[in-house]
């Protein structure tokens, strides 16, 4: 059957196991995201959150399962193609051009969808860029260089994002600004797969919770639910 936004989800994962060399790192891997849903996985570094993120993009190859994005199989493909589905990833590094400008990062990524961001506005989207649009990367903060990371990735057009600890080493007013652009993003209407350790930034952003441990779903929590039983999660996390 085709697929149908109303009720299928947007992106489905299902039995998803991956591996670095012969160290399985991923077991049955499965949840799902539905269109305009901003999902959380949480977890404890090592847990395989950032490898769930990097097999949905194909990045890690030495993977087996099922990926469906708008009921297409992504198995398979390579990272461009699942690219120009209308998928886009902001690596936990960032990945921003330390040598260029803010403008300049902002041009470099290449238009996939129609609908992208432009230049303008994601300037205005983002004041703090705005203000440093002649800066080289390295002369912005650790703050300043997430939002970029984030910014590059609003003009190809792609309307599922996959952030990858988007608050991690951050002061704690800057995580409050990126959890208000995050939130900002998601009234926009897209569509939101985030990696987080931060369990209040989590909260604070998030429809549902994945939780991962030792690369498998071990529980999965509406924001409501986690509100009643944070106990619950943090035993998972450690805090």
């Given at each position: 059957m085709?697929?149908d936004?109303r009720t299928d989800?947007?992106?489905?994962?299902?039995?998803?196991?991956?591996?670095y060399?012969?160290s399985q790192?991923?077991?049955?891997v499965?949840?799902?995201?539905?269109q305009?849903e901003?999902v959380?996985?949480?977890?404890r570094?090592?847990a395989?959150?950032?490898?769930?993120?990097?097999?949905i993009?194909?990045?890690?190859?030495n993977?087996k399962g099922?990926i469906?994005?708008e009921g297409?199989?992504?198995?398979?493909k390579r990272?461009?193609?699942?690219a120009?589905?209308?998928i886009?990833?902001?690596p936990?590094?960032?990945?921003?051009?330390?040598?260029l400008?803010?403008?300049?990062?902002?041009?470099?990524?290449?238009i996939l969808?129609?609908?992208g961001?432009s230049d303008?506005?994601?300037?205005?989207?983002?004041?703090?860029?705005?203000?440093?649009?002649?800066?080289?990367g390295t002369?912005l903060s650790g703050?300043?260089?997430q939002?970029?990371?984030?910014?590059?990735?609003l003009r190809?057009?792609?309307?599922?994002?996959?952030l990858?600890?988007?608050s991690?080493?951050?002061?704690?007013?800057?995580?409050?600004?990126?959890?208000?652009?995050i939130?900002l993003l998601?009234?926009?209407?897209?569509?939101?797969l985030?990696?987080e350790q931060n369990?209040?930034f989590?909260?604070?952003?998030?429809?549902?919770?994945v939780?991962?441990?030792?690369g498998?779903?071990?529980d999965?929590?509406t924001n409501?639910?986690?509100?009643?039983?944070?106990?619950?999660?943090?035993t998972?996390?450690g805090v």
């Amino acid at each position: 059957m085709p697929f149908d936004a109303r009720t299928d989800p947007l992106l489905k994962v299902e039995n998803l196991r991956a591996w670095y060399g012969d160290s399985q790192a991923l077991h049955d891997v499965s949840f799902d995201v539905a269109q305009g849903e901003l999902v959380t996985l949480i977890g404890r570094n090592g847990a395989g959150k950032s490898t769930t993120l990097r097999s949905i993009m194909g990045i890690v190859r030495n993977r087996k399962g099922s990926i469906l994005f708008e009921g297409q199989e992504l198995m398979g493909k390579r990272t461009y193609q699942i690219a120009r589905k209308g998928i886009a990833w902001c690596p936990e590094e960032r990945g921003i051009f330390a040598d260029l400008s803010v403008r300049e990062n902002l041009t470099l990524p290449p238009i996939l969808k129609p609908g992208g961001m432009s230049d303008a506005t994601l300037l205005e989207t983002f004041p703090n860029l705005k203000a440093r649009a002649t800066s080289r990367g390295t002369q912005l903060s650790g703050g300043e260089q997430q939002m970029l990371a984030i910014a590059r990735i609003l003009r190809n057009g792609c309307r599922f994002l996959l952030l990858d600890e988007p608050s991690e080493g951050l002061a704690p007013v800057v995580v409050k600004e990126i959890g208000r652009q995050i939130r900002l993003l998601k009234e926009q209407g897209y569509t939101i797969l985030l990696v987080e350790q931060n369990l209040n930034f989590a909260r604070s952003v998030a429809d549902r919770h994945v939780v991962i441990e030792n690369g498998a779903v071990v529980d999965t929590l509406t924001n409501d639910e986690l509100a009643v039983d944070l106990d619950r999660v943090k035993t998972y996390l450690g805090v």
